[in-house]
């Protein structure tokens, strides 16, 4: 089992920056792949990026490129999600999520954490 807690998010203007946390506990998180979602209000839940376990791989959506980026330090159990240049269509609430292999479910997600983004 493993948990997953995210934490960071807020309330930030157009063009700021917010750093997203997902601290992990259970079984050893330097096994899993990390995956950060988001879902807005009346849509679907959409990728936004995703780190393999060994930090090897790195990539996000087409829709944050250039602006996101995702780390993992697995001494702290924690993978993060830098946001740049915010938008307000990047309001959503942005959730973590482990998987062990790729290409089958995340097995784990967290609560979520709620990011707004004002014009």
């Known amino acids: 089992q493993v948990q997953l807690v995210e934490s960071g998010g807020g309330l930030v203007q157009a063009g700021g920056s917010l750093r997203l946390s997902c601290a992990a506990s259970?079984?050893?998180?330097?096994?899993?792949?990390m995956g950060w979602f988001r879902q807005a209000p009346g849509n679907e839940r959409e990728f936004v990026g995703f780190?393999?376990?060994?930090?090897?791989?790195?990539r996000v959506a087409d829709s944050v490129k250039g602006r996101f980026t995702i780390s993992r330090d697995n001494a702290k159990n924690t993978v993060y999600l830098q946001m740049n240049s915010l938008k307000p269509e990047d309001t959503a609430v942005y959730y973590c999520?482990?998987?062990?292999?790729?290409?089958?479910?995340?097995?784990?997600w967290g609560q979520g954490t709620q990011v707004t983004v004002s014009s």
């Open positions: 999520a482990a998987q062990q292999k790729v290409g089958v479910l995340y097995e784990y």
């Open positions: 259970g079984r050893t998180f330097s096994r899993y792949h």
């Open positions: 780190i393999s376990w060994s930090d090897a791989v790195t």
